[in-house]
């Protein structure tokens, strides 16, 4: 299993710490490193300086990912132009991530100005084309989101591969991650969801007469640690309530809301719905949110037994990333988590 680290813009990093932080990841022995992508935040430039400060310390460089970039927000040409240049920066060092961000909520699409798109076409035309420039290729394609006549981005043919691989939760966008994707990038799982992931992605795989072991399970699982266990849940309650919650008049049957409600949460979610309806702030939600779901899909507490509890929580897949979740946010409080969660530790542990 490879382990990667993964920092996202709420680690209020500057890139001279970045910087730092990824020259201090590839020392620690991780093998990547990724971040989310979204309005406000160019993830490819920051990949782009993570790489360049990482092949400072060692050979080649560190891989980096984005995981992931929802594409409503992008047309597929500018994506994998954009995918194509890091890709070829870091000779072949970089891997693409989409999703689709919450196209299912109609105040998500009134806010970016698209469509009423569904998700699953809505991403089956990104990865048949993305993939498909990404690959040298001239791209007719006729489909829900997406319409090219003649489009090539014109590479050379010794261009580096960049893999695409697909935010996936339900069984349909698994099944499609097997079908048209080089990897599935879950989120907030447990073991056992792992494994059930694994064999919907197995399904789309033998739908398209794909082996499935061409497809690569990853996974974020977020870690935040403290002495102050409380003050170390309350920051992971905080980090997964806009996904946990699902905004009022929007459906409860897609995303992550229906993805806790598989896990048996749904009546402790509507609680604190309901809760956020009248009126209570997020410092109140994230003190009630269940104890036993952030213990069920990610880790909380003290340094020493984080590399244990990442361990467990990432049985069954192929990259596993420590997302970090600081206390805080400034450089000590990543690289306490980076410390607590390097490879090496949590391959002991293993063993």
């Given at each position: 299993?490879?382990i990667?680290?993964?920092i996202?813009?709420?680690?209020g990093?500057?890139?001279p710490?970045h910087?730092?932080?990824?020259?201090?990841?590839?020392?620690?022995?991780?093998?990547?490193?990724?971040?989310?992508?979204?309005?406000?935040n160019?993830?490819?430039?920051?990949?782009?300086?993570w790489?360049?400060?990482?092949?400072?310390?060692?050979d080649?460089?560190?891989?980096?990912?984005?995981?992931v970039?929802?594409?409503?927000i992008?047309?597929?040409?500018?994506l994998?132009?954009?995918?194509?240049?890091?890709?070829?920066?870091?000779?072949?060092?970089?891997i693409?991530g989409?999703?689709?961000?919450?196209v299912?909520?109609?105040?998500?699409?009134?806010?970016?100005?698209?469509?009423?798109?569904?998700?699953l076409?809505?991403?089956?035309?990104?990865?048949?084309?993305?993939?498909g420039l990404?690959?040298?290729?001239?791209?007719?394609?006729?489909?829900?989101?997406?319409?090219?006549?003649?489009?090539?981005?014109?590479?050379?043919?010794?261009?580096?591969?960049?893999?695409?691989?697909?935010?996936?939760?339900g069984?349909?966008?698994l099944?499609?991650?097997?079908?048209a994707?080089?990897g599935?990038?879950?989120?907030?799982?447990?073991?056992?969801?792992?494994?059930?992931?694994?064999?919907?992605?197995?399904?789309?795989?033998a739908?398209?007469?794909?082996?499935p072991?061409?497809?690569?399970?990853?996974?974020?699982?977020r870690v935040?640690?403290?002495?102050?266990?409380d003050?170390?849940r309350?920051?992971?309650?905080?980090?997964?309530l806009?996904?946990?919650l699902?905004?009022?008049?929007?459906?409860?049957d897609?995303?992550?809301?229906?993805?806790?409600?598989?896990?048996g949460?749904?009546a402790?979610?509507?609680?604190?719905?309901?809760?956020?309806d009248?009126?209570a702030?997020?410092?109140?939600l994230?003190?009630?949110?269940?104890?036993?779901?952030?213990?069920?899909?990610?880790?909380?507490?003290?340094a020493?037994g984080?590399?244990s509890?990442f361990?467990?929580?990432?049985?069954?897949?192929d990259?596993?990333?420590?997302r970090v979740?600081?206390?805080?946010?400034?450089?000590?409080?990543?690289?306490a988590?980076?410390?607590?969660?390097?490879p090496?530790?949590?391959v002991?542990?293993?063993?």
């Amino acid at each position: 299993m490879e382990i990667g680290l993964g920092i996202d813009p709420g680690a209020g990093l500057t890139f001279p710490q970045h910087r730092e932080v990824a020259r201090a990841a590839a020392q620690l022995g991780y093998e990547s490193i990724w971040t989310p992508a979204g309005v406000g935040n160019d993830a490819f430039q920051t990949c782009a300086q993570w790489w360049g400060a990482s092949a400072e310390v060692t050979d080649g460089g560190l891989g980096t990912g984005i995981s992931v970039v929802p594409v409503p927000i992008w047309s597929a040409p500018a994506l994998a132009t954009a995918a194509a240049t890091l890709g070829e920066l870091t000779g072949g060092r970089f891997i693409l991530g989409v999703g689709s961000g919450s196209v299912y909520s109609p105040g998500y699409r009134q806010m970016l100005g698209v469509p009423d798109w569904k998700p699953l076409p809505l991403m089956r035309d990104f990865l048949v084309t993305l993939r498909g420039l990404l690959a040298g290729e001239r791209i007719d394609y006729a489909g829900t989101a997406v319409n090219l006549r003649g489009v090539s981005l014109g590479r050379r043919k010794d261009a580096p591969r960049v893999p695409v691989y697909l935010g996936a939760l339900g069984p349909g966008m698994l099944r499609l991650a097997g079908e048209a994707s080089d990897g599935a990038a879950l989120n907030w799982c447990n073991p056992e969801q792992i494994a059930w992931s694994r064999e919907r992605v197995a399904e789309g795989a033998a739908r398209a007469d794909r082996d499935p072991s061409e497809v690569r399970i990853v996974e974020y699982i977020r870690v935040c640690v403290d002495d102050d266990e409380d003050a170390a849940r309350r920051a992971l309650a905080r980090a997964i309530l806009p996904y946990a919650l699902v905004q009022p008049g929007a459906s409860k049957d897609h995303g992550y809301r229906a993805h806790f409600a598989r896990m048996g949460f749904d009546a402790a979610l509507s609680d604190l719905e309901a809760r956020r309806d009248r009126g209570a702030a997020t410092a109140e939600l994230a003190d009630a949110f269940p104890t036993d779901l952030l213990q069920l899909v990610g880790y909380f507490g003290k340094a020493a037994g984080a590399a244990s509890a990442f361990g467990h929580l990432a049985q069954g897949l192929d990259l596993a990333i420590v997302r970090v979740v600081p206390i805080r946010p400034d450089e000590a409080a990543v690289m306490a988590v980076a410390e607590a969660c390097r490879p090496l530790r949590v391959v002991s542990r293993e063993s």
